[in-house]
């Protein structure tokens, strides 16, 4: 567990740092190198190593895809697949892959929120406490979606408006669920009005004190998706229902928080990086209220919403002519609070798969693996990661079937098959 907290120290150094307006810029993105290289370099840690690899190993390169002699995969949305062919047909492996998705998703979210408030370096020190292992060192696609997600929003919040089409295009590009932010981008310039936001939030609280599940009414959505969606949705829909936990009860007193502060703090009503913000804080209270039992689309919720968050009270709170010792309060509230998200976070036993933090160079040094698959088989019998009915025959049937044709089932067996090879040899082939 000590370089998580070794790099969310060094995080709030820079945090600290950043309230040198000088130092400002350069501190942030300091910030957001070492968050690429951290999650860039990380060898076999986090829950996502296993599949992106079955993934890669099943695209074909662009060559082969050209020549007809090989299918373009539906193994995950078209833009990720791109990006998969592309990095094999320019020699890369798997770690390329991995790396470069860690430097364009941070560097994306770094030039947007560098663009709503000049300080990312607090907005890093957040991030990595709260939904960093989620986002870069589990969902890749959802990074880069999210990603291109808060690249459109500024393009809207800058009233371009075909670089935000573009931007929305590309996000949903590398995961459909991005598509759901269209919403966010209709709504930008109007400012939701406080007893819309306070209605919103109390029908909120009653579903979660009366455990009303919404997330049934999402299964419906099956019938009218692609096999491969309908496939995702029906086997979230399946898996037992989380509990709502302190750490639960605690992020949602964090966002409420961020939501008053963005109403009351004085700013101009017609901001619309505020009134962005808005939406985006109530988008993330639905997921935490409306659908408490599925931290899924919390975590995924989460990785648009908070960036945006935590820059735009930024550019509130910077408004306003604040003693620097209020500032530095401030900070240091922030690191606490995300400190302990941290700690919480790895305390539990779904973190197994990202403790200890194995890096590349050691990896390729030693030529030690390390106990990664065992870890991840040990999480994987967990009781809210286990299925609390069957999914149906006719469903799943269709998925292997996929599968089945684009050899991805085969690439498991590669998959495993040169993992043993790299510890045999200097390192795994980068």
């Known amino acids: ?7 969310c120290l060094l995080l709030a150094g820079f945090a600290f740092a950043s309230e040198a307006k000088a130092l400002a810029y350069y501190v942030g993105l300091a910030s957001a190198v070492v968050l690429t290289l ?26 082969s895809m050209f020549k007809g002699q090989s299918i373009f ?16 047909t320019l020699g890369g492996g798997i770690y ?24 990312t370096a607090v907005m890093w020190l957040v991030y990595f406490g709260i939904v960093f292992m ?26 371009r408006k075909l670089p935000a089409l573009t931007a929305i295009l590309t996000a949903i590009g590398f995961h459909t669920s991005a598509i759901m932010y269209v919403v966010v981008m209709i709504l930008a310039r109007i400012r939701p009005r406080f007893y819309f936001t306070m209605a919103f939030i109390a029908v909120g609280l009653i579903f979660v004190i009366f455990k009303v599940n919404m997330f049934m009414l999402i299964e419906y959505l099956a019938i009218f998706s692609p096999s491969r969606i309908a496939y995702k949705i029906l086997f979230y829909s399946s898996l037992k229902e989380a509990p709502v936990t302190l750490g639960s009860v605690a992020l949602i007193m964090f966002h409420l928080s961020i939501l008053v502060g963005l109403y009351i703090l004085p700013s101009n009503r017609r901001d619309p990086f ?21 931290p899924n689309l919390w975590n995924r919720v989460m990785q648009v919403s908070l960036p945006w968050e935590i820059a735009v009270i930024w550019r509130v709170w910077r408004s306003e002519l604040l003693f620097k010792g209020e500032r530095l309060a401030a900070v240091a509230a922030l690191f606490v609070f995300s400190a302990g998200a ?18 590349i160079p050691v990896a390729v040094a030693t030529g030690n693996c390390g106990s ?58 980068l």
């Open 134 to 159: 989620t986002s870069q060192m589990t969902m890749l696609r959802q990074a880069l979606a999210s990603s291109f997600v808060l690249l459109s929003l500024l393009m809207v919040a800058e009233n």
């Open 342 to 359: 941290l700690a919480y976070s790895l305390s539990k036993p779904g973190a197994l798969p990202f403790v200890p933090y194995q890096f």
């Open 96 to 119: 390329t892959l991995f790396f470069l998705v860690s430097l364009i998703s941070v560097g994306v979210i770094n030039v947007v929120c560098g663009r709503i408030a000049p300080n």
């Open 38 to 63: 951290f999650a860039g370099l990380r060898f076999e840690t986090g829950y996502d190593w296993i599949e992106y690899g079955r993934q890669f190993q099943s695209t074909p390169d662009l060559i």
């Open 372 to 429: 990664a698959e065992k870890r991840i088989q040990t999480t994987q019998n967990l009781e809210y990661l286990t299925p609390k009915s069957n999914i149906p025959e006719a469903a799943a049937k269709a998925e292997i079937d996929r599968l089945n044709r684009e050899r991805y089932l085969e690439a498991a067996g590669t998959i495993w098959s040169m993992r043993q090879s790299w510890c045999k040899k200097l390192g795994p082939d």
């Open 1 to 7: 567990m000590l370089p998580y907290y070794f790099i």
């Open 274 to 294: 505020v009134s962005i913000g808005i939406w985006l804080t109530l988008a993330v209270l639905f997921a935490h209220l409306y659908v408490w039992n599925f």
């Open 73 to 88: 995969p539906s193994h995950a949305e078209p833009a990720f697949v791109l990006l998969n062919s592309v990095v094999k």
